[in-house]
């Protein structure tokens, strides 16, 4: 595997588990291994999403691995708001 490919991959999922660690500390409630297991398998198809759709044209910069983690971040929040909406 290119390492191109998988430091994409790992900038992704990284985000998408900030933003699931983050959610967690924000709600000040218990922590909910379910919740948070839901949260890292969208972060593992944000990253997986992320490695497969990546352009490398100019290679990789950091800003470059900084939209992956805003891109992985939002996967999660949008996962999860969308879940919340549906299941009201």
């Known amino acids: ?5 998988l430091s994409i ?8 588990i900030l933003s699931a660690f983050l959610g967690f ?5 218990p922590f909910n291994g379910r919740k948070f297991a839901k949260s890292v398998g969208f ?3 944000s990253g997986i999403g992320f490695a497969v759709a990546y352009e490398f044209r100019d290679g990789i910069t950091i800003k470059d691995l900084g939209l992956a ?10 996962s999860n708001r969308a879940l919340g909406t549906i299941r009201r």
Request: overall charge negative.
């Open 69 to 78: 983690v805003l891109g992985g971040a939002g996967v999660d929040s949008l």
């Open 25 to 29: 500390l924000d709600s000040a409630e």
């Open 9 to 16: 991959a790992l900038a992704a999922f990284g985000g998408g």
């Open 43 to 45: 972060a593992l198809l």
């Open 1 to 5: 595997m290119d390492w191109r490919v």
